[in-house]
């Protein structure tokens, strides 16, 4: 009896199971995709707006990357991130949602310095370079039988050492190091790329309300978004040629 059962919980139960994790899945990339596409979006045109003939700044420009509200703009997405990550139980997914692309969109004006100090061609090039490794990485991440569930606390410590050693670069201002952490940087996050999809994937469940697992896509989407822009950020740094 046993048999027949596990065969058909294998035949009923398991097809419909991978078809609803891929549709969870799909709709996170998407969802993270949206994101993406709405960052580059706003800093593409608020780079125009901030940027005069001659590359001089602009009055916005001037405002946005020389007086207080540059400090607005960059701490902005942080208190946003953090908000989404500790509040993710308490608000609903609309919610969670609105914060998502309020988030992306926040990080787009705070990441329009990107078209003003790189070539558009290198920008292209390493946006590809960049969707090409995420693909790979996070593909790996979906079909490895490993368990990458041990990779998470070195990666957070390779995090937290990448946080304090660009903090005390910021008073160096070492090339040298700024080169080495772009490389760890790069390392760290495309670690977190195949940790945070198999993390994502392994918390799907078919009993999970609709509201739940809305909620569930839109932080898969964020952890997603995260490696992916700094990875492009690290690579703009190695690869990036500068007008």
């Known amino acids: 009896m046993g048999v027949q059962t596990n065969s058909r919980w294998a035949t009923d139960v398991r097809p419909a199971f991978d078809a609803g994790l891929r549709s969870y ?15 580059g979006v706003v800093a593409y045109f608020v780079a125009q707006m901030a940027v005069l003939e001659g590359r001089t700044l602009s009055p916005l420009g001037e405002a946005l990357f020389k007086g207080p509200m540059f400090w607005v703009i960059a701490l902005a997405p942080l208190a946003l991130v953090f908000a989404m990550s500790l509040g ?20 787009g004006v705070s990441l329009s310095s990107v078209f ?10 390493v946006f590809f370079i960049t969707a090409t490794a ?20 070195f990666l957070m410590m390779g995090l937290f050492g990448l ?7 910021i008073f160096l201002q070492s090339s040298a190091m700024e080169w080495t952490l772009s ?16 993390r994502i994937k392994e918390v799907y469940w078919q009993g999970h309300s609709s509201e739940t697992l809305q909620k569930l896509v839109v932080m ?24």
Not at 25 to 39: C, E, F, I, P, Q
Not at 116 to 125: D, L, Q
């Open 134 to 153: 995420f693909g790979a990485l996070s593909l790996w991440g979906y079909t490895t039988k490993r368990d990458l569930s041990g990779m998470g606390t």
């Open 183 to 198: 490389i760890i940087g790069l390392l760290v996050f495309a670690g977190f790329t195949a940790y945070d999809t198999q």
């Open 116 to 125: 003003i100090v790189y070539t558009g061609a290198s920008i292209t090039k």
């Open 88 to 107: 993710s139980e308490r608000f609903s997914a609309k919610s969670l949602t609105a914060m998502f692309i309020g988030y992306a969109a926040l990080l």
């Open 25 to 39: 899945m799909l709709r996170v990339y998407n969802t993270m995709a949206l994101g993406v596409g709405l960052t």
């Open 220 to 243: 898969g989407a964020l952890s997603l978004y995260m490696d992916f822009v700094n990875i492009f950020l690290n690579l703009m740094q190695l690869l990036g040629d500068r007008e």
């Open 163 to 169: 946080i304090i050693a660009s903090i005390v670069n």
